[in-house]
């Protein structure tokens, strides 16, 4: 049982490039969720979904696009990176509403 | 709109100590509060999720007190170790989905 993974572990982006950060849960959770941490500001919400083919904004949503084609994945996009992207990103899973459950995290450089 | 304060940011103690760490949250119409611990560098580790329902969780050392009423949550831990060094994190549930988080304690057990 693996639980919730996160690929990649690191990336180094130049300004305008893209890239996708992949989510991938084995709990059968219905919920997931996509959050950033960054110093002094702590973790906040990107986006979330709250079952396959859904997603919704959080807090933090300009920049970045979501994608829930299965109920294990939720991919991450940014469509065109810039150095206010950099930051680690966190993913995380839960039934329902309930207790939730973190990957180990994408730490991202956009330069 | 929903706030999480943790107090305090950082705090330093000898091994073998009790302590206690805070989190104070603004709207006390929460259904549940979960405590994370992060270690450097490292994805967030659930410890301990608390239902309104209820007003204490306990894991080993570890016990988390939560008054609704008043908005604040306790985290007690029991005869502190050097592995209990990290980032301990709490949060709440945000419009019944996301978490909203704190900006955590840091602590330092010193052996």
């Known amino acids: 049982n693996a639980g919730v993974t996160q690929t990649p572990k690191f990336r180094v982006l130049k300004t305008g490039q893209s890239m996708t950060l992949l989510c991938a849960q084995d709990?059968?959770?219905?919920?997931m969720y996509w959050y950033r941490q960054d110093p002094g500001m702590g973790l906040r919400l990107i986006h979330y979904?709250?079952?396959?083919?859904?997603?919704a904004k959080g807090e933090v949503p300009d920049g970045y696009n979501v994608s829930r084609l299965k109920k294990q994945n939720f991919l991450l996009g940014l469509e065109s990176a810039a150095p206010s992207q950099t930051s680690v990103y966190f993913c995380?899973?839960?039934?329902?509403?309930?207790?939730?459950?973190f990957g180990p995290g994408t730490r991202l450089t956009v330069t | 709109k929903q706030e999480v304060t943790q107090i305090p940011a950082a705090l330093s103690v000898p091994e073998g100590e009790n302590l206690v760490l805070n989190c104070s949250f603004t709207?006390?119409?929460?259904?549940?509060l979960q405590w994370f611990r992060q270690d450097p560098g490292k994805g967030l580790t659930s410890l301990l999720l608390?239902?309104?329902?209820?007003r204490e969780q306990t894991s080993g050392r570890l016990n988390a007190s939560l008054d609704k009423s008043s908005g604040r949550s306790t985290l007690y831990i029991a005869a502190s170790q050097p592995g209990d060094s990290a980032t301990y994190l709490c949060?709440?549930?945000?419009?019944?989905?996301?978490?909203?988080f704190g900006k955590g304690t840091t602590l330092s057990v010193s052996s």
């Open positions: 995380a899973s839960s039934y329902r509403a309930g207790e939730q459950y």
């Open positions: 709990m059968n959770h219905e919920y």
């Open positions: 979904s709250v079952g396959e083919g859904t997603t």
């Open positions: 709207d006390s119409a929460i259904y549940n």
């Open positions: 608390i239902q309104s329902s209820q």
């Open positions: 949060a709440v549930p945000r419009a019944g989905t996301a978490l909203i």
